[in-house]
């Protein structure tokens, strides 16, 4: 595998931590409702930001466009389908933040599981489909320099290419590993 695609990979391994943690995060409603509250807040930002600011854009911004240019069947078919998940991915956390704010953590747990359950579908297409037919497509100094400018997508999301707000790749994951931690015992 090129460096580039391990990239995708490994992020999709930290997002799957994520995914294990909502799904554990559900046994706190009613018990400690403070805390499941203080934990979907770390959930929700992680997956706004890392999931989607660092990783869905690289994706939008890169990795599709690449793909799409070597084959425009995939527009239509696989990459179309990756970047509709991607808007419901949006639409979905803004719903559970709403449902959050408005304290109906039963429904926003609902809501987080169907998010999860909807991202494992959507990696295990990106996993098994969509990175195999980019490393196809692409020979390896394509691949090399697709890996600079995931490098330099990185860099411009921390300062706020984004949506305009600065991020901290390393903190949003220090705070994934601190969730862990505590949820060590859950479960
Ligand atoms: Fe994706
Ligand atoms: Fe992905």
């Known amino acids: 595998m090129t460096e580039a695609i391990k990239k995708l990979f490994e992020e999709h391994e930290i997002i799957m931590e994520a995914i294990n943690l909502a799904k554990q995060a559900g046994q706190l409603i009613g018990k400690d409702d403070a805390r499941y509250e203080k934990s979907l807040r770390t959930l929700i930002r992680?997956?706004?930001?890392?999931?989607?600011?660092?990783?869905?854009?690289?994706?939008?911004?890169?990795?599709?466009?690449?793909?799409?240019?070597?084959n425009e069947l995939l527009d239509d078919g696989v990459l179309k389908e990756m970047l509709e998940n991607h808007e419901d991915f949006r639409?979905?956390?803004?719903?559970?933040?709403?449902?959050?704010?408005?304290?109906?953590?039963?429904?926003?747990?609902?809501?987080?599981?169907?998010?999860?359950e909807a991202m494992l579908d959507h990696i295990a297409v990106e996993n098994d489909e969509v990175f195999h037919s980019a490393e196809s497509l692409m020979d390896e100094d394509e691949l090399e320099r697709m890996n600079f400018r995931f490098v330099d997508s990185d860099r411009e999301v921390a300062e706020g290419a984004n949506d305009g707000i600065q991020v901290d790749k390393a903190e949003l994951e220090n705070e994934l590993n601190e969730?862990?931690?505590?949820?060590?015992n859950l479960a």
């Open 91 to 116: 639409n979905m956390i803004s719903k559970i933040e709403k449902l959050l704010n408005e304290k109906d953590f039963a429904n926003a747990q609902v809501q987080l599981d169907k998010y999860t």
């Open 179 to 184: 969730l862990k931690k505590e949820f060590f």
């Open 46 to 70: 992680f997956f706004r930001y890392y999931a989607d600011g660092f990783h869905h854009y690289k994706e939008e911004q890169i990795l599709f466009p690449e793909m799409s240019k070597r």
